[in-house]
């Protein structure tokens, strides 16, 4: 792969010899304004003598790189001619990082004045923690509870799938996922936080693996479960706060497809982490659920002349239809044009501790 690479033009970016506290990577595509923010909000933190920032730049159409080239010369930027994908992309940047920290973020993020010093600190000073992530506000100020979660589970899908856990957005038991009977606003333990922005040491990272290329989403959540598994922790750290627009990065054309998506990655989470058993149950689930929701919705919305709700229910009956189909399909043939497709016969795992893939690849489009 042919690569455009900018060196950047900071001290550390002149001193290549050298380490440095803190890799900050971050993987772009179309999102130039929110980066901008994102790049402004580092740049405030006087990190020119302690951090390095690495851009990874997915193919972006919207002059991404030459906004970074005139306005963040300091900023050492991978210019990709195709669009990796997340993991990939940070897969990519982590193999050439210097720091003895290294941060995943997100760049429709905005950090906090002192956030990055007080997450390595808090990560020097307590090595038994592998991940440390901060508290995440949305654009309204919002607390998003998606920045420490409990792992995964049937229940806990089922419970999103029949909206309990909207419903009861405050229960123990219905909205476990999210950890929504916790306010989310004290620093603790937790079972695992949000890529969007997740710190680590690098050499956490060289002995558990990167990111898996395999999944296009819940590599956060799996990296979290490898992390642990090393018998470290994972801290969220309510003290330092940053702004997530979420799904910068993300079209939205096709819910659908997205749903679908998130749920092979899940299905392949579990199959990794909890055997054969535990994703066969979740195809089961959500066939039951969607054979039951797609004839509602639809005929639901056909009662309906105009108007929001149905749209709602339109909306509803096409992402049934869509879960229908995946529930029915072969996962191992399942594509996302921007994960390799792994393998599930073959029980050995790469260094990165991924799902064994074969070397060929599916044509590369842009995320949805």
């Known amino acids: 792969m042919n690569l455009t690479t900018n060196p950047g033009s900071s001290d550390l970016a002149r001193s290549p010899e050298l380490g440095c506290e803190l890799s900050i990577v971050i993987v772009s595509w179309n999102v130039r304004d929110m980066l901008r923010d994102c790049l402004r909000s580092i740049e405030q933190q006087n990190t020119g003598g302690w951090a390095e920032v690495v851009l990874v730049d997915n193919a972006s159409s919207d002059s991404t790189c030459e906004m970074v080239h005139q306005e963040f010369p300091w900023v050492r930027l991978i210019d990709n001619p195709r669009n990796l994908g997340f993991a990939p992309g940070n897969n990519l940047a982590l193999q050439s990082v210097r720091g003895e920290f290294v941060l995943l973020l997100n760049p429709d993020t905005v950090v ?4 990055l010093r007080k997450m390595v600190e808090f990560a020097r000073a307590n090595p038994s923690f592998g991940i440390v992530g901060p508290k995440q506000f949305d ?4 607390i998003l509870f998606e920045a420490g979660v409990d792992f995964p589970s049937i229940w806990n899908v089922l419970c999103d799938l029949m ?7 405050r229960s123990r038991l219905f909205a476990g996922r ?3 009977y916790w306010d989310h606003l004290d620093d603790r333990e937790v079972p695992a936080i949000s890529g969007a922005a997740m710190l680590l040491r690098k050499s956490v990272l060289d002995r558990v693996g990167l990111l898996d290329e395999t ?3 819940v590599e956060d959540i799996d990296l979290c479960s490898r992390v642990r598994r090393d018998g470290l922790k994972v801290y969220y750290m309510g003290s330092a706060p940053i702004v997530h627009y979420v799904g910068g990065s993300r079209a939205s054309s096709n819910a659908g497809l997205q749903r679908q998506i998130a749920f092979q990655s899940l299905w392949l989470y579990l199959h990794k982490s909890r055997g054969s058993l535990s994703p066969m ?35 509803l009956s096409l992402l049934a239809k869509r879960l229908l189909q995946w529930s029915l ?10 994960a390799k497709p792994p393998s599930l016969n073959k029980p050995d795992s790469d260094h990165s501790g991924n799902i064994d ?12």
């Open 112 to 115: 906090y004045p002192g956030t």
């Open 139 to 142: 654009r309204n100020g919002k």
């Open 163 to 169: 909206m309990l856990s909207v419903v009861f957005p």
């Open 178 to 180: 999210k950890m929504g």
């Open 215 to 217: 999944m296009f989403c």
């Open 281 to 315: 149950v979740l195809s089961v689930v959500v066939f039951f659920w969607a054979l039951l929701a797609w004839p509602a919705t639809f005929f639901a919305a056909r009662m309906i002349p105009s108007g929001e709700g149905k749209a709602r229910l339109d909306f």
């Open 329 to 338: 399909m072969d996962k191992s043939k399942f594509r996302h044009h921007l």
């Open 357 to 368: 893939f074969p070397s060929s690849r599916p044509a590369e489009h842009s995320r949805p």
